[in-house]
């Protein structure tokens, strides 16, 4: 999931290099941002394949697994010993 997570800043990293190289800059931050994102969406596609394979029960569909995986990252609840974690335990 955190492999998602940098895919969306390498994203946004590489669409500011993309604005700044129209503007007369450099490269070097689009280069970076496509470079992690290619990075992050191989290791998110090997996480994918790995999760999928491992899942016990019938599989979901391949749309239904992306769907599930963008609106957990997008969505995450706190960690589970983090501060909201007793206030989480009463209700």
């Known amino acids: 999931m955190w492999s ?7 994203l946004l990293v590489a669409f ?3 604005a700044s ?3 007369g ?3 070097w931050v689009l280069a ?10 191989a290791v998110t596609l090997v ?5 999928r394979h491992e899942y016990a029960g019938t599989r979901p569909g391949l749309w239904r697994m992306r769907l ?12 589970p010993g983090g501060p909201d974690s007793a ?3 009463l209700r």
């Open 25 to 27: 800059a450099t490269p």
């Open 68 to 79: 599930l995986l963008i609106h957990d990252t997008v969505h995450a609840l706190p960690s």
């Open 47 to 51: 996480e994918f394949l790995v999760c």
């Open 4 to 10: 998602l997570r940098v895919g969306y800043v390498a």
């Open 16 to 18: 500011a290099g993309l």
């Open 32 to 41: 970076a941002g496509v470079i992690t994102w290619l990075a992050a969406a």
């Open 21 to 23: 190289v129209l503007m």
């Open 87 to 89: 206030e989480r335990s």
